[in-house]
């Protein structure tokens, strides 16, 4: 007995021509941006590893399969379905059984990635410890995962919806690299400096691939966090995003919203609150996140 993994057509061939792959999430597509801009970011990402020389494999649950690259028209339904679950590691296998359909988050997409044989993983930014987890124990399993499994995600940091102080311990205790791109600082999502020092740092491509190598040879389990910083021109001072940010958390304690319910609470009321202005960053972060994790998965098949 085998994961009921289905391949795209063109995931399908770039397997057989062994060329490299990048896996990209489909919470993100489902809970995290509106439509159309959801489905117009997923297209756009897609070109951008296609561009950058590697092959893109959208991963989601549809009737029981997991897929590993989606037909344009299985994006699309996807895009537009409403009510969709969230899927993560807790949900996953109960979902796959009974034949259901949702979307994979970051914990999610790690797991199928790896069953695909796909080691980078592009997202925008990852789940961590919620702000009060003190008192919430809200600590996203994306954390959990990036310990037990082998795939390198780039992500733009975490956002400062989330305790980041608290986010970058966890990792740390559980061992997980946590590699900024091109600075020595962990960027925030919509800014590119949180003040916290990066525990470590790459300035190419290749030094991410043979340190993910290295992990193999040790035989550590887990992955590796990729803090890919916002560009310049798209950054969002961190101080134009602070009142938003507490105003979406108070109304989130307020309306009692808890469990999966809360990252695509505060994500929506932030878009609402900046007039959209964090989609525009989301959309320019998540597509310099897929080119550097083309350029990984491209050093990967080099080395
Ligand atoms: N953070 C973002 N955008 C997102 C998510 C997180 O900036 O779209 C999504 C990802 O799919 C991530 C999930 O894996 O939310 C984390 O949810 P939770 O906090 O419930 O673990
Ligand atoms: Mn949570």
């Given at each position: 007995?085998?994961?009921?993994?289905?391949f795209?057509t063109?995931?399908?061939?770039?397997?057989?021509?062994?060329?490299?792959?990048v896996?990209?999430?489909?919470?993100?597509i489902?809970?995290?941006m509106?439509?159309?801009?959801n489905?117009?970011?997923a297209?756009?990402?897609?070109?951008?590893?296609?561009?950058?020389g590697a092959?893109?494999?959208?991963?989601?649950?549809m009737?029981?399969?997991?897929h590993i690259?989606l037909?344009?028209?299985?994006?699309?339904?996807?895009?537009?379905?409403?009510?969709v679950?969230?899927?993560?590691?807790?949900?996953?296998?109960f979902?796959?059984a009974?034949?259901?359909?949702g979307?994979?988050?970051?914990?999610?997409?790690?797991i199928?990635?790896?069953?695909a044989g796909i080691e980078?993983?592009?997202?925008?930014g990852?789940?961590g410890?919620?702000?009060g987890?003190?008192?919430?124990?809200?600590?996203?399993?994306?954390?959990e995962?990036?310990a037990q499994?082998p795939v390198?995600?780039v992500?733009a940091?975490a956002k400062a919806?989330?305790?980041?102080?608290?986010?970058?311990?966890?990792l740390?205790?559980?061992g997980?690299?946590?590699i900024?791109y091109g600075?020595?600082t962990?960027p925030?999502?919509w800014?590119?400096d949180?003040g916290l020092p990066?525990?470590?740092?790459?300035?190419?491509?290749a030094?991410?691939a043979?340190a993910?190598?290295m992990?193999?040879?040790?035989?550590?389990p887990g992955?590796?966090?990729?803090?890919?910083?916002?560009?310049t021109?798209?950054e969002i001072p961190?101080?134009?995003?602070?009142?938003?940010i507490?105003q979406a958390?108070?109304e989130?304690?307020?309306?009692?919203?808890?469990?999966?319910?809360v990252t695509?609470?505060?994500?929506t009321?932030i878009f609402?609150?900046?007039?959209?202005?964090?989609l525009?960053a989301?959309?320019a972060?998540?597509?310099n996140?897929?080119r550097?994790a083309?350029a990984i998965?491209i050093?990967l098949?080099?080395?």
């Open positions: 007995m085998t994961a009921p993994l289905k795209s063109e995931v399908a061939n770039a397997r057989k021509a062994a060329r490299p792959i896996a990209l999430e489909s919470t993100i489902t809970h995290g509106p439509y159309p801009q489905v117009k970011t297209e756009l990402v897609e070109a951008d590893i296609r561009k950058a092959v893109p494999a959208t991963i989601a649950i009737n029981g399969h997991i690259g037909e344009p028209d299985q994006l699309q339904t996807l895009a537009q379905a409403k009510n679950a969230k899927l993560s590691r807790a949900d996953l296998a979902a796959l009974n034949g259901q359909t979307a994979s988050t970051v914990a999610a997409t790690m199928c990635a790896h069953l980078v993983f592009a997202t925008g990852i789940g410890v919620h702000r987890a003190e008192h919430s124990f809200d600590i996203s399993a994306d954390l995962e990036l499994t390198s995600v992500a940091g919806i989330l305790d980041l102080p608290k986010t970058l311990e966890v740390e205790s559980r997980v690299p946590v900024a600075q020595n962990f925030a999502f800014s590119r949180s990066a525990p470590l740092r790459a300035d190419s491509a030094e991410i043979a993910h190598k992990r193999a040879r040790l035989g550590l992955g590796q966090l990729i803090a890919n910083p916002i560009p021109e798209a961190a101080e134009q995003l602070a009142p938003h507490e958390l108070k989130a304690e307020a309306g009692g919203i808890a469990a999966k319910a695509p609470f505060l994500l009321r609402e609150l900046t007039d959209g202005a964090s525009r989301n959309i972060l998540v597509r996140n897929a550097l083309a998965a050093a098949k080099q080395g």
